[in-house]
């Protein structure tokens, strides 16, 4: 496998990964968002800041899987479109 189509690959997986954005909806980081606005305490901003952890933790292993599975799907691609066919009836050897 020659370099180049690796680093096409790579590129534009990264590219759609970048450019997709993610949606993760998870309750706790709601319901910590909803307290927050209620009650802006020090206590309330702390758990905020730990679920918006967790949520960017989560789009960031969301965008390596995706990048991953787009990385494959492409080389895989590349490698069936570059294969020599030889469209016809074969002669005999």
């Given at each position: 496998?020659?370099?180049?189509?690796?680093?096409?690959?790579?590129?534009l997986a990264?590219?759609?990964?970048?450019?997709?954005?993610?949606?993760?909806?998870?309750?706790?980081?709601?319901?910590?968002?909803?307290?927050?606005?209620?009650?802006?305490?020090?206590?309330?901003?702390?758990?905020?800041?730990?679920?918006?952890?967790?949520?960017?933790?989560?789009?960031?292993?969301a965008r390596?899987?995706?990048?991953?599975?787009?990385?494959?799907?492409?080389?895989?691609?590349?490698?069936?479109?570059?294969?020599?066919?030889?469209?016809?009836?074969?002669?005999?050897?």
């Amino acid at each position: 496998m020659k370099i180049a189509p690796v680093r096409l690959a790579i590129t534009l997986a990264a590219l759609i990964t970048s450019l997709v954005p993610p949606f993760i909806d998870r309750r706790d980081y709601a319901a910590a968002v909803n307290t927050y606005v209620k009650n802006p305490t020090l206590q309330n901003r702390v758990v905020l800041a730990r679920e918006h952890a967790k949520n960017r933790r989560l789009v960031l292993f969301a965008r390596l899987g995706v990048g991953g599975v787009l990385f494959v799907v492409m080389n895989i691609a590349w490698w069936c479109a570059s294969k020599d066919r030889e469209i016809g009836a074969q002669e005999p050897k």
